[in-house]
């Protein structure tokens, strides 16, 4: 089993920056996709960005040239740079992990919120 837990949400002025961190911790995370959705009341939760199985990034359109994910195997985290930040991207954002053939995985959540 996988536990994953985040940090670095918050409140931040528009245009301004934030980094998500997402660690791993528990079973070997072998093949795996590995990213971030977020979610907002009464919405669908949706993909912001994510390393595929294959290794490649996907980003949510609206996230393109703003956001970027980037992870560090040895410690077992994907972060999230958010920059340019806009009060569209208030959300409570989650980590997400599924391993080849394997269940989801989500963390807590984490609030950010861009005011404007």
């Known amino acids: 089993h996988v536990q994953l837990v985040e940090s670095g949400g918050g409140l931040v002025q528009a245009g301004g920056s934030l980094r998500l961190s997402c660690a791993a911790s528990?079973?070997?995370?072998?093949?795996?996709?590995m990213g971030w959705y977020r979610q907002t009341p009464g919405k669908q939760r949706e993909l912001v960005a994510v390393f595929t199985i294959g290794g490649r990034t996907n980003y949510a359109n609206s996230v393109k040239g703003r956001f970027t994910i980037s992870r560090d195997n040895t410690k077992r985290t994907v972060y999230l740079q958010m920059n340019s930040l806009k009060p569209e991207d208030t959300a409570v954002y989650y980590c997400?992990?599924?391993?080849?053939?394997?269940?989801?995985?989500w963390g807590q959540g984490t609030q950010v919120t861009v005011s404007s």
């Open positions: 528990g079973s070997s995370l072998g093949i795996n996709t």
């Open positions: 997400y992990y599924a391993k080849l053939g394997g269940n989801d995985h």
